[in-house]
Structure formats: structure tokens, C-alpha cells
């Protein structure tokens, strides 16, 4: 069983930077994928990014790859995404998960946050 608390979200101009955390609880943190996924109003929860469990592999959507990075610390059970040059169309909940497979379909993934909002000011 794993708990995700995301934090971190807020309001930010076009162009700023902002660092999304996932803390989350269990003592097998590290042998899950981890991944984030975002859902604007009136949309579909889509894949951001994902990174295996020993960090050695990451994958991102088209939409934010170069601008952002996923990372994790399992020493401290923690998965960050670091947001830069935001854009008012990354504006959505963002929600961590975790699961056994590294891949975009969040159907792969057991154990999700409750989501962190953040709006990107044009």
C-alpha cells in the first residue's frame, strides 16, 4: 500500500518555474514507476511524465518534453517535477502515481494522489 501527497502547485506567470513534490508513505517506495499526470477543466487526465524505479529511465508527453523534469529521491520516498518556461496551457490538477510500469497509460498505475493545482497566468 502506498499514500501520495502531492504539494508545491500555485500561480505562476508564462515563462516562471515551479517544482511539484510527491511525498509518499511505505517502505517499498522505490520499487514502484512513478509518474505524473495532469487534468485541465473540462478534460481528460492526461500523462506528463514517468520515471522508472531506479531513476534510470524517464518518459515524458510531447507537450513538455525539454521543459520538464522528472526526478526522484527514494532515500527520502519523494518524486519531483520540476516545471519551467510554464505556459497558461499547463494550467490542470496535477496528480502523482504510482505503479509497476513505466508508461503513459494511467491505467498501469495502482496508487494516486489527490492532486495539486496549478494555474499559469498568460
Known amino acids: 500500500q502506498v499514500q501520495l501527497v502531492e504539494s508545491g502547485g500555485g500561480l505562476m506567470q508564462a515563462g516562471g518555474s515551479l517544482r511539484l ?3 509518499a508513505s511505505g517502505r517499498t517506495f522505490s520499487s514502484y514507476t512513478m509518474g505524473w499526470f ?19 529511465n524517464t518518459y515524458y508527453a510531447d507537450s513538455v518534453k525539454g521543459r520538464f523534469t522528472i526526478s526522484r529521491d527514494n532515500a527520502k ?8 518556461s510554464l505556459k497558461p496551457e499547463d494550467t490542470a490538477v496535477y496528480y502523482c502515481a504510482a ?10 498505475y495502482d496508487y494516486w494522489g489527490q492532486g495539486t493545482q496549478v494555474t499559469v497566468s498568460s
Open 21 to 23: 513534490s510527491c511525498a
Open 77 to 84: 520516498n519523494t518524486v519531483y517535477l520540476q516545471m519551467s
Open 99 to 108: 505503479g509497476f510500469r513505466a508508461t503513459n497509460n494511467q491505467r498501469h
Open 38 to 56: 495532469r487534468q485541465a477543466p473540462g478534460k481528460e487526465r492526461r500523462f506528463v511524465a514517468a520515471i522508472s524505479w531506479s531513476a534510470g
